[in-house]
């Protein structure tokens, strides 16, 4: 209400340079021209036309042309008497009401489909290897199908013959929530022809945004995801800087830790080859090495025990050295943690682990591994990429937002 006082007088304004004659209560013939003002609004959705008088007998605005070039407005006819009804339903709040309650309804069934008995559309009944049953919560599912797009497709058609399709700048494709809507209900009436095939199977996950078109009725759903939508460009502004500082702790990432996550310390086992320690449970990996490069050069297995496939280890000695293995063990690659994740070998993986260090989600073990995998000088790096990362690159991204 505000927003439309604000605006409404701009708006008279506006329509007096145009030639259009301004609106006034006491003038019977006011808003007769309005069509000209709602071609420069639309095209945003029915919230541009806050500040435009609505139709007489109506709570808002709408224009003038034929909907689908044969429902009119005029009263004494029977596409306008059509029409008019369509209007009146739209513009009932039980309508937005019994839809909304659809909605909710059609999530919960949706919330109890049971994939591990799914075949084909999910209700063929032991057809499925392996299955024998019923297809339990699906056949809801499947049996609803038809119900919700059937409804939700007669709420598209009263609100396109109360709003018009597209043409008119009121119209109901000129709201993008309409168009979402819109696509939604089309989808769901391609997937239920006979003779789809298998591709009704991937048409059918659309049916999934039914749940989003409660913000279509909800206004401050809107508002927020309005919101969202109008701080995309800072957002880019600060995606762009996210992309600079993955590359750059990427980069010192790879030059400092490229494969050092791989050290473990490994048991070595004289007079043995790894065949001898294949069939142990307790090896993790087993490799071949020469100790010793005496005159025999004998080949000795060294095994990596389960107790010992967590713990990172180093070979060099510096000031604040990493974990140096004990004696009867030594220091050797191996495969990477979090089966082969979690390290800095390459550009992509180093971006996986500073994304992970920066949502602060198990940090701290990768920090510890690190360090004991060369010098524990390397917690400054993850300090840094901490502090910078987690406490600033993403509240700036929040700041934005609170900004719009």
């Known amino acids: 209400r505000y927003r ?20 006034d209560p006491d003038d019977p013939d006011a808003g007769t021209h309005l069509e000209k003002k709602a071609g420069k609004i639309g095209g945003m959705g029915v919230d541009e036309l806050d500040g435009v008088p609505p139709t007489p007998g109506f709570k808002r605005f709408y224009g003038e ?7 009119t407005l005029d009263e004494d006819t029977v596409p306008g008497k059509i029409r008019r009804g369509c209007i009146k339903i739209v513009e009932s709040p039980w309508f937005e009401n019994i839809i909304l309650a659809a909605i909710l309804i059609n999530t919960i ?40 797009t059937t409804l939700f497709t007669l709420e598209a058609v009263v609100k396109v013959v109360a709003m018009g399709f597209i043409l008119d700048k009121t119209s109901y494709l000129k709201d993008g929530w309409n168009v ?7 989808i769901s009436i391609i997937s239920a022809m006979p003779g789809m095939g298998n591709g009704v199977s991937s048409l059918r996950v659309i049916r999934v945004l039914r ?29 762009l800087f996210c992309l600079f500082f993955f590359t750059v702790f990427g980069i010192l990432g790879m030059n400092l830790y490229m494969g050092v996550l791989r050290n473990r310390c490994f048991t070595v086992v004289t007079e ?49 050295p990493g974990y140096l293995c004990p004696a009867g063990m030594m220091c050797l690659k191996a495969s990477n943690p979090n089966y082969g994740i979690t390290h800095f070998d390459n550009i992509a993986h180093s971006w996986l682990t500073i994304f992970q260090c920066i949502t602060l989600e198990g ?18 790096y993850f ?10 690159l993403l509240n700036l991204a929040l700041a934005v937002i609170t900004e719009v």
């Open 4 to 23: 439309a006082e604000r605006r409404a007088p701009r708006l008279r304004h506006e329509m007096a340079d145009d030639g259009v004659k301004p609106f």
């Open 272 to 320: 043995s080859a790894c065949v001898d320690h294949a069939e142990h449970e307790s090896n993790e990996f087993c490799r071949e090495i020469i100790p010793n490069f005496g005159e025999d050069r004998n080949v000795t297995a060294a095994v990596l025990l389960s107790d010992d496939s967590e713990q990172t280890c180093t070979n060099t000695s510096m000031s604040w």
């Open 109 to 148: 069934i949706l919330c109890t489909m049971e994939p591990l008995k799914m075949e084909g559309r999910g209700c063929e009944e032991g057809v499925r290897i392996n299955y024998q049953g019923s297809p339990g919560n699906n056949r809801a599912v499947e049996d609803s199908e038809a119900f919700f």
């Open 383 to 392: 300090i840094l990429l901490v502090f910078t990362g987690g406490f600033f």
């Open 180 to 186: 979402m809507d819109f696509t939604v209900v089309i």
């Open 363 to 380: 940090w701290t073990p990768i920090m510890y591994m690190t360090m004991d995998a060369t010098t524990g000088w390397s917690v400054i």
């Open 211 to 239: 749940p989003l078109r409660a913000m279509s009725i909800l206004p401050g759903m809107r508002v927020l995801i309005g919101t969202m939508i109008a701080a995309i460009p800072m957002i880019a502004n600060v995606m």
């Open 65 to 71: 042309e034929r909907s689908l070039g044969y429902f």
